[in-house]
């Protein structure tokens, strides 16, 4: 972003004459203003919309496609839809704290993206603690939801709020502890920081560096599904157990900003998965033009993120959920333990394990994931023509 | 009970209570299968009790009879129970069949059996769809409803309605199966019965979905048969009873099928897991007799001849069906008048409301709602 | 693999004062989070209207009248787990620093945090064998 600001205040630049003192902040205000307005609250909604043509998709279901092309606006109505609405707070809830919920929830979320990088010079903030400010401001939404939850007065939220408060400080633990073996190898806490010490190519990613790191991930990314909520972890708002859960007294946009906060949080997953383990921005250096470069770099850090977006729709589509002893002992007894392994395992690996065989293993472990998606897709293959469809058999077909 | 190895009795006398809170499950909830409640008392999440109440839905269709006479009062059998109305139906042309004697067409045997097997099937679905659902998967509903919407469709075409029927009449059915019916339903059971093995993949053996089912509710053969469980919950616990094989009615001595009976096959006998694979294994049942029927069915006529004046005489008859939920009894006293005295109809979700009292102690509360939906509860049928 | 540490050389490096810049930023991200929800909420609270009655103030216990309050004492189960994770989250804290410098540490630093790792899972496996992991 330096060079950004430079170039900004250089002559003929829109900040000609101001010192770089004054036009760096002035560039990451308005560049955060961006974010938010331009990406985090869209990014919400428009994932709302394809959650609901994905699940549509797997159910054999149509979803909505009546607003706008495919029902892409559908995110927008259920947005005006919901301003519209009236603002209920029911008269033996402590009104205070249950306004105050979703403010902590909400800029709990969305504070997250100061340290969420973009490109290689696109980020609020690279703060030198970038994961560990992910990990503390992720914190705030716990406050907020425990807030909502016993505020409301109603004993399925209580009921709600709690689980919720034990389920992410649970899973904070192994999350955290997953995110070690990265640290340990790159020795900065900064996103990134991070990022530069990976390549491109999949086998420079950290998800293939060894099998720790490999192992890792997967403790991280369930870890991340069971802090934002989503099945098989949606035990705080199970509607079959607890009606709404801890937003069961929640109404119009107060109720809208818990979800805006849930979807959003999504892409914040996505997002620090894709820095850790899989090479973030990373692109081959195909060209000098920085313009292209930095689209380049933004698209590959999207379309990244985005599918561990797509792949939390999935499970959720496919799974049932946990129930709270369950998921406290999947926590406990299994991850937090394999944690430490990765953990450890890592720290011994950097020290004892010689530069050449590290290099076959990352190679060989590229390979393996290789070897696991052709498999995958044979397999996909193999059930759609052993399904034997018929056009008849698309009659529920969702693309109409 | 423990609290981190604590002895709660020690920790209470200590001074270290938790109070205990009690819960309104229903009638407003979302799972609760219609309108039903449960009071429930829980530490935590952990139950100590769970009471449930039964009555918000009870439109006194057994007094309506008194009133509508014998022809008029078989649309309301439909509202019994809205599952698996075809069984209610049945259940009511058989009792008066048997209270005034008259012998029912053979072709309208098989077209009864054939509706109601159907009928069998689409409840098993949304049995077995809400049970997903309510653990938290809502990908086998949909999926169970879309296979459902075809048997519908397919029970739409003999007789013009998807859910509340009134297929059947005193002596034999309304409508016989339309020119093509038997085409149409041997190619759907031909599809669909592969499609069980999906339904298996996708949450039958889905290790999450087993971790909340197995173990969870077990109840012994003996306490089934103490609290009159009935159907796939009795079978479900190991014991081997079958109206339509063992007190037979109908066509059923006729035809080729088997009992499926829970065996513990995942964890201890007659848990949640063995009720639920009972019924996915009655719907591979269901579609072998519906396909012997279509085979076999003969020609002829499907009503007998019954006064519109329907007037049994004096006596009493009860029968048994085998509906979706299990044994169901019909009762019905007649004076002899165009109007029946008394009618009683007994079902099998009464009887299995009365043991959620005892197998939900301890448990948690999520699996109240596991174990409401193995018990396959339709709220109108415990009410009436 | 290249190993680059902490980026702040990318900002002007005077000091305090280049970290702070980083912050305004993220006290940014702050203040826009609190407004987008404070127009969002107003701009409903304007456009939505209000219509109270005392039905529906009530607080939903599926249809019924409350059974009592909801702010009795809570289930133990819930605060062994909260300690738990304080116990952990401090520790994980610790490890911080102990990951950044760690090669310049070497074998010495692996044995050190293995003896601090093996004292934690005590912890853990004591809590394990005391059943605080069993709901019951």
Not at chain 2, 289 to 314: D, T, W
């Given at each position: 972003?330096?060079?950004?600001?430079?170039?900004?205040i250089?002559?003929?630049?829109a900040?000609?004459?101001?010192?770089?003192?004054?036009a760096a902040?002035?560039?990451?205000?308005?560049?955060?203003?961006?974010?938010?307005?331009?990406f985090?609250?869209?990014?919400?909604?428009?994932t709302s919309?394809?959650?609901?043509?994905?699940?549509?998709?797997?159910?054999?279901?149509?979803?909505?496609?009546?607003?706008?092309?495919q029902g892409?606006?559908?995110?927008?109505?259920?947005?005006?839809?919901?301003?519209?609405?009236?603002?209920?707070?029911p008269?033996?809830?402590?009104?205070?704290?249950f306004?105050?919920?979703?403010?902590?929830?909400?800029?709990g979320?969305?504070?997250?993206?100061?340290?969420?990088?973009?490109?290689?010079?696109?980020?609020?903030a690279?703060?030198?603690?970038?994961?560990l400010?992910?990990?503390?401001?992720?914190g705030?939404?716990?406050?907020?939801?425990?807030?909502?939850g016993?505020?409301?007065?109603?004993?399925?939220s209580?009921?709600g709020?709690?689980?919720?408060?034990?389920?992410?400080?649970?899973?904070?633990?192994?999350a955290?502890?997953?995110?070690?073996?990265?640290?340990?190898l790159t020795?900065?806490?900064?996103?990134?920081g991070i990022?530069?010490?990976?390549g491109?190519?999949p086998?420079d990613w950290?998800?293939?560096y060894n099998?720790f790191?490999?192992?890792?991930?997967?403790v991280f990314?369930?870890?991340?599904?069971?802090?934002?909520?989503?099945?098989?972890f949606?035990?705080?708002?199970?509607?079959?157990?607890?009606?709404?859960?801890?937003?069961?007294?929640?109404?119009?946009?107060?109720?809208?900003?818990f979800f805006?906060?849930?979807w959003?949080?999504?892409?914040?997953?996505?997002?620090?998965?894709?820095?850790?383990?899989l090479?973030?921005?990373?692109?081959?250096?195909?060209?000098?033009?920085p313009m292209l470069?930095a689209?380049?770099?933004?698209?590959?850090?999207?379309?990244k993120?985005y599918?561990?977006?797509?792949?939390?729709?999935?499970?959720?589509?496919?799974?049932?959920?946990v129930?709270?002893?369950?998921?406290?002992?999947?926590?406990w007894?299994?991850?937090?333990?394999?944690?430490?392994?990765?953990?450890?395992g890592?720290?011994?690996?950097?020290?004892?394990?010689?530069?050449?065989?590290?290099?076959?293993?990352?190679f060989?472990?590229?390979?393996?994931?290789?070897?696991?998606?052709?498999?995958?897709?044979?397999?996909v293959?193999?059930?759609l023509?052993?399904?034997n469809?018929?056009?008849?058999?698309?009659?529920?077909?969702?693309?109409i | 009970?423990?609290?981190g190895?604590?002895?709660?009795?020690?920790?209470?006398?200590?001074?270290?209570?938790t109070e205990?809170?009690?819960?309104?499950?229903?009638?407003?909830?979302?799972?609760?299968?219609?309108?039903?409640?449960?009071?429930?008392?829980?530490?935590?999440?952990?139950?100590?009790?769970?009471?449930p109440?039964?009555g918000?839905l009870h439109?006194?269709i057994?007094?309506?009879?008194?009133?509508?006479?014998?022809?008029?009062?078989?649309p309301?059998?439909?509202?019994?129970?809205?599952?698996?109305?075809?069984p209610?139906?049945?259940?009511?042309?058989?009792?008066?069949e048997?209270?005034?004697?008259?012998?029912?067409?053979?072709?309208?045997?098989?077209?009864?059996?054939?509706?109601c097997?159907?009928?069998r099937?689409?409840?098993?679905?949304i049995?077995?769809?809400?049970?997903?659902?309510?653990?938290?998967?809502f990908?086998?509903?949909?999926?169970?409803l879309?296979?459902r919407?075809?048997?519908?469709?397919?029970l739409?075409?003999?007789?013009?309605?998807?859910?509340?029927?009134?297929?059947m009449?005193?002596?034999?059915v309304?409508?016989?199966?339309?020119?093509?019916?038997?085409?149409?339903?041997?190619?759907?059971?031909d599809?669909?019965?592969p499609?069980?093995?999906?339904?298996?993949?996708?949450?039958?053996?889905?290790?999450?979905?087993?971790?909340?089912?197995?173990?969870?509710?077990?109840i012994t053969?003996?306490?089934?048969?103490?609290?009159?469980?009935?159907?796939p919950n009795?079978?479900?616990?190991?014991?081997?009873f079958?109206?339509?094989?063992?007190?037979?009615?109908?066509?059923?001595?006729?035809?080729?099928?088997?009992v499926?009976?829970?065996?513990?096959?995942?964890?201890?006998l007659?848990d949640?897991?063995?009720?639920?694979?009972?019924?996915?294994?009655?719907?591979?049942?269901?579609?072998?007799?519906?396909?012997?029927?279509?085979?076999?069915?003969?020609?002829?006529s499907?009503?007998?001849?019954?006064?519109?004046?329907?007037?049994?005489?004096?006596?009493?008859?009860?029968?048994?069906i085998?509906?979706?939920?299990?044994d169901?009894g019909?009762?019905?006293?007649?004076?002899?008048?165009?109007?029946?005295?008394?009618?009683?109809?007994?079902?099998?979700?009464?009887?299995?409301?009365s043991?959620?009292?005892?197998v939900?102690r301890?448990?948690?509360?999520?699996?109240?709602?596991?174990?409401?939906?193995?018990?396959?509860?339709?709220?109108?049928?415990?009410?009436? | 693999?290249?190993?680059?540490?902490a980026?702040?050389?990318?900002?002007?490096?005077?000091?305090v004062?280049a970290?702070?810049?980083?912050?305004i930023?993220?006290?940014?991200t702050?203040?826009?989070?609190?407004v987008?929800?404070?127009?969002?909420v107003?701009?409903?609270?304007?456009?939505?209207?209000?219509?109270?009655?005392?039905v529906?103030?009530?607080?939903?216990?599926?249809?019924?009248?409350?059974?009592?309050?909801a702010?009795g004492?809570?289930?133990?189960?819930?605060?062994?787990?909260?300690?738990?994770?304080?116990?952990?989250?401090?520790?994980?804290?610790?490890?911080?620093?102990?990951?950044?410098?760690?090669?310049?540490?070497?074998?010495?630093?692996?044995?050190?945090?293995?003896?601090?790792?093996?004292?934690?899972?005590?912890?853990?496996?004591?809590?394990?064998?005391?059943?605080?992991?069993v709901?019951?």
């Amino acid at each position: 972003m330096k060079d950004l600001v430079l170039s900004l205040i250089a002559e003929g630049g829109a900040l000609a004459g101001v010192p770089f003192s004054l036009a760096a902040p002035l560039v990451m205000v308005a560049f955060g203003a961006l974010v938010v307005f331009g990406f985090v609250l869209p990014i919400a909604g428009i994932t709302s919309w394809l959650e609901r043509r994905v699940w549509a998709r797997i159910q054999s279901r149509i979803g909505p496609n009546r607003v706008g092309p495919q029902g892409f606006l559908q995110w927008l109505a259920d947005g005006l839809k919901n301003l519209l609405k009236e603002d209920i707070i029911p008269s033996a809830a402590d009104k205070w704290l249950f306004s105050l919920a979703p403010y902590l929830v909400v800029v709990g979320f969305i504070a997250t993206f100061a340290a969420v990088p973009f490109t290689s010079s696109l980020i609020i903030a690279d703060l030198n603690i970038g994961i560990l400010y992910i990990t503390a401001v992720t914190g705030i939404v716990v406050v907020g939801v425990l807030m909502a939850g016993w505020s409301s007065n109603n004993k399925w939220s209580l009921l709600g709020g709690i689980r919720s408060a034990a389920q992410i400080v649970s899973y904070e633990i192994p999350a955290g502890l997953s995110v070690f073996p990265i640290v340990l190898l790159t020795g900065t806490l900064s996103m990134q920081g991070i990022i530069r010490a990976q390549g491109w190519a999949p086998w420079d990613w950290f998800f293939f560096y060894n099998p720790f790191t490999f192992a890792a991930f997967f403790v991280f990314f369930v870890a991340a599904l069971a802090e934002g909520n989503r099945t098989p972890f949606d035990i705080p708002e199970a509607e079959s157990e607890l009606v709404a859960g801890f937003c069961t007294e929640y109404s119009g946009m107060r109720y809208l900003l818990f979800f805006l906060e849930e979807w959003g949080n999504l892409y914040v997953i996505g997002a620090i998965v894709t820095t850790l383990f899989l090479g973030g921005w990373q692109v081959p250096a195909f060209t000098d033009n920085p313009m292209l470069l930095a689209v380049a770099q933004f698209g590959t850090f999207f379309l990244k993120a985005y599918f561990f977006v797509f792949v939390a729709m999935w499970v959720r589509a496919t799974l049932p959920r946990v129930r709270v002893d369950q998921l406290m002992t999947v926590c406990w007894k299994y991850m937090v333990p394999i944690a430490i392994v990765n953990m450890l395992g890592t720290a011994a690996w950097m020290l004892f394990v010689p530069e050449t065989l590290g290099r076959l293993v990352q190679f060989g472990m590229t390979g393996l994931g290789a070897v696991v998606v052709v498999v995958f897709f044979r397999r996909v293959r193999f059930h759609l023509r052993r399904a034997n469809l018929k056009p008849s058999d698309y009659y529920y077909s969702p693309i109409i | 009970m423990s609290l981190g190895g604590f002895d709660v009795q020690v920790l209470r006398e200590n001074g270290f209570a938790t109070e205990e809170m009690t819960l309104n499950m229903g009638p407003q909830h979302p799972s609760t299968h219609g309108v039903l409640r449960f009071v429930v008392r829980a530490d935590g999440e952990v139950m100590t009790e769970a009471v449930p109440d039964v009555g918000y839905l009870h439109r006194s269709i057994e007094k309506i009879a008194e009133k509508v006479g014998y022809h008029g009062f078989m649309p309301y059998t439909d509202r019994v129970d809205y599952v698996a109305a075809m069984p209610c139906n049945q259940g009511w042309a058989m009792v008066c069949e048997k209270l005034a004697g008259i012998e029912v067409p053979r072709r309208a045997e098989y077209c009864r059996v054939i509706a109601c097997e159907f009928n069998r099937i689409s409840s098993h679905l949304i049995a077995v769809g809400t049970m997903g659902m309510d653990i938290g998967a809502f990908t086998p509903f949909t999926h169970a409803l879309r296979e459902r919407e075809h048997i519908n469709d397919l029970l739409e075409e003999l007789c013009g309605a998807r859910l509340t029927f009134n297929y059947m009449r005193i002596g034999g059915v309304a409508w016989d199966l339309p020119p093509d019916f038997a085409e149409k339903g041997l190619a759907y059971i031909d599809r669909f019965e592969p499609l069980i093995d999906e339904y298996n993949a996708l949450i039958s053996f889905n290790k999450i979905y087993k971790e909340r089912l197995i173990n969870v509710a077990v109840i012994t053969g003996e306490e089934a048969i103490n609290y009159n469980l009935v159907g796939p919950n009795l079978r479900g616990s190991g014991v081997d009873f079958d109206v339509r094989r063992d007190i037979p009615y109908s066509i059923y001595p006729e035809l080729q099928f088997d009992v499926p009976v829970g065996h513990g096959e995942e964890g201890t006998l007659g848990d949640c897991f063995d009720r639920y694979m009972v019924r996915i294994r009655e719907i591979q049942e269901s579609c072998k007799i519906i396909r012997q029927c279509l085979q076999q069915i003969p020609e002829g006529s499907v009503l007998a001849k019954i006064p519109r004046k329907f007037k049994p005489p004096v006596g009493d008859a009860y029968v048994r069906i085998e509906s979706a939920r299990g044994d169901m009894g019909w009762y019905c006293v007649s004076d002899g008048s165009e109007y029946p005295y008394r009618v009683k109809v007994r079902t099998g979700s009464f009887t299995a409301t009365s043991i959620i009292e005892q197998v939900s102690r301890g448990l948690m509360i999520a699996d109240l709602i596991t174990v409401v939906a193995s018990f396959d509860l339709v709220a109108p049928e415990i009410d009436r | 693999m290249s190993r680059e540490r902490a980026t702040n050389e990318l900002w002007v490096p005077t000091g305090v004062g280049a970290v702070l810049d980083q912050y305004i930023g993220v006290l940014f991200t702050f203040v826009i989070g609190a407004v987008v929800v404070g127009v969002m909420v107003s701009a409903s609270a304007l456009l939505g209207g209000r219509r109270r009655t005392s039905v529906k103030d009530e607080v939903f216990e599926c249809g019924n009248p409350s059974s009592g309050p909801a702010r009795g004492r809570f289930s133990v189960q819930f605060y062994l787990v909260a300690i738990l994770f304080i116990v952990f989250d401090v520790e994980v804290v610790f490890l911080y620093p102990w990951a950044i410098v760690f090669r310049e540490l070497g074998v010495p630093g692996l044995v050190a945090m293995g003896m601090f790792l093996t004292i934690l899972t005590i912890g853990l496996l004591y809590e394990w064998k005391r059943g605080t992991l069993v709901w019951e």
